[in-house]
């Protein structure tokens, strides 16, 4: 139990629906991140929240959409996906301005068909 | 800051030996080092970091050596246990670049046969 928590574990979903990723973190964290991990390939940084800011959004693609209603909760709201977004998308949280001990969940394993 | 990569894709090791899981990376302006462990199913977790005014840093079974000349990071684990099992990551943060991004390698798996 590493403190933070993601829903669901697996998705499935077609091209042209519309679903979302939750994270909630029990830390009292105030930094939360989304990555991409891919087979093969090394962690993608996607979003990162600072203090509810969003602080970096290293060019992805609008048909994700992160949302951080407040310092415990993360969404990732998923439209119109590609089959290559398949993937895991892993959730971290952290203080602040400190990214180097990121907490991760265990991830969302997305099927896009 | 893309450079980060591993040595060896897979390493199996005996049950008892010591493992020895190697890093490259080539941004010398790097000055933050972290190596992470991921098991099946689960997220990575933090294991140890290292700042680049430092050359060697233990911790329980494992200690990371940093060699700036070379731009090598290492992690060693001692008397390797069959729950050290997982991918392990070496993870970069570049001192000019955002306190929140960091430059994962693709990971080596450890395989540690009873």
């Known amino acids: 139990e590493t403190g933070v928590t993601q829903t669901p574990r697996h998705l499935v979903m077609g091209m042209t629906n519309k679903k979302s990723l939750k994270c909630e973190q029990h830390?009292?964290?105030?930094?939360m991140y989304w990555y991409k991990q891919s087979a093969k390939k090394p962690l993608e940084l996607m979003f990162v929240?600072?203090?509810?800011?969003?602080?970096e959004n290293n060019s992805v693609p609008s048909r994700f959409s992160p949302e951080c209603p407040n310092s415990s909760h993360l969404f990732l709201h998923l439209h119109t996906l590609q089959p290559e977004d398949s993937a895991l998308y892993l959730c971290?949280?952290?203080?602040?301005?400190?990214?180097?001990?990121?907490?991760f969940g265990e991830g969302s394993r997305l099927t896009v068909l | 800051g893309e450079s980060v990569g591993l040595h060896l894709p897979t390493l199996s090791v005996q049950e008892g030996d010591n493992s020895i899981i190697n890093c490259a990376y080539s941004?010398?302006?790097?000055?933050?080092f972290i190596w992470y462990k991921q098991e099946s199913g689960k997220g990575p977790q933090f294991i140890i970091d290292i700042r680049s005014n430092m050359d060697k840093r233990q911790g329980q079974r494992v200690t990371v050596l940093l060699n700036k000349t070379v731009k090598h990071l290492s992690l060693q684990i001692a008397a390797t246990q069959p729950g050290d099992s997982a991918v392990y990551f070496c993870a970069e943060k570049n001192s000019g670049g955002s306190n929140y991004k960091l430059t994962f390698g693709k990971g080596t798996l450890l395989t540690v046969n009873p």
């Open positions: 929240y600072s203090l509810e800011e969003r602080v």
């Open positions: 830390l009292g964290h105030n930094a």
């Open positions: 941004n010398s302006a790097s000055d933050y």
């Open positions: 971290a949280s952290s203080q602040a301005g400190v990214a180097g001990e990121l907490f």
